[in-house]
């Protein structure tokens, strides 16, 4: 049986402050998503504000982003060292915005994955098709290639240990989301390539979630899909309110 894992990816949103202030609201609600486990993704200048309130919780931390060295001169970057002793379990690789608006290729993805799993960080791999390749019916090839160029070369055990993000770029923040059959249908489809090439056994253990527009109104819809784990939540993620109760579809 996998574990449940909801993540809510808050994006350049929220001070420490106002970090802080969302963890005092939400730690006492989290006994209602019991058997899920729970991810905050603060921007890196709320990490340790969020790992301090998030202590004894049993609720994890991860980052939005990170590079692959481990030191040097790369203004602007923050290492998976620096993220684990900010108290990161997590972090957030290849996400749709850092692949358009950052120029994050296949291939900074893959060093990404390699270097999280290198300094025993989880990485959350986000994969998804856009507007313009879903319409041309390029999807499926659009995500199997992105699955298969993040993990490249990784031994069966580290694979087993990452979480998939399948989330189309046009659900992104539209309020449009995916239905849960064709979430599923894609899930499914991550799963087999993994097996494909890392074994059942692996392939089972990796947990999928979907995100794209993830509410409390939507999110049973994608809880009861068999091969759907979780949701990665951006915008409703803000209020601890929605982000509980999208949680607490998923509980088991
Ligand atoms: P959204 O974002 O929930 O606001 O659509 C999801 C994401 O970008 O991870």
């Known amino acids: 049986m996998r ?19 969302f963890c005092r609201e939400f730690l006492p609600q989290r006994s209602r998503a019991r058997g899920v486990e729970l991810v905050l993704l603060p921007p890196f200048t709320a990490l340790e504000a969020v790992a301090r309130a998030l202590e004894g919780s049993e609720v994890a931390l991860g980052a939005q982003n ?12 923050i290492s998976p ?4 002793a900010a108290g990161c379990s997590y972090v957030v690789i290849g996400h749709s915005e850092r692949r358009r608006l950052f120029g994050e290729t296949d291939e900074h993805v893959h060093r990404k994955v390699a270097a999280a799993l290198g300094h025993a960080l989880l990485p959350i791999v986000c994969v998804g098709e856009t507007l313009e390749e879903r319409e041309a019916g390029r999807t499926e090839e659009v995500v199997v290639r992105q699955v298969k160029a993040a993990f490249h070369g990784l031994a069966a055990d580290e694979v087993a240990r990452c979480v998939v993000a399948y989330e189309p770029v046009w659900a992104i923040g539209t309020g449009r989301n995916a239905t849960g059959e064709d979430a599923n249908q894609i899930c499914g489809l991550i799963r087999r390539t993994l097996a494909g090439l890392y074994g059942e056994g692996a392939a089972s253990a990796v947990r999928l ?18 091969e759907i784990d979780g949701a990665l939540v ?15 579809a998923f509980v088991p």
Do not use: C, D, H
């Open 81 to 84: 060292r620096m993220l684990g």
């Open 234 to 248: 951006g915008g409703a993620s803000l209020e601890p309110g929605k982000f509980i109760a999208i949680a607490e």
């Open 66 to 77: 990170l590079f692959w060295e481990e030191e040097g001169a790369y203004t602007g970057e």
């Open 209 to 226: 979630q979907y995100g794209g527009s993830v509410k409390p109104e939507n999110a049973a819809e994608f809880a009861r899909q068999p």
């Open 3 to 21: 574990t449940p894992i909801v993540a809510a990816n808050w994006k350049m949103y929220k001070t420490a402050r106002e970090a802080e202030a």
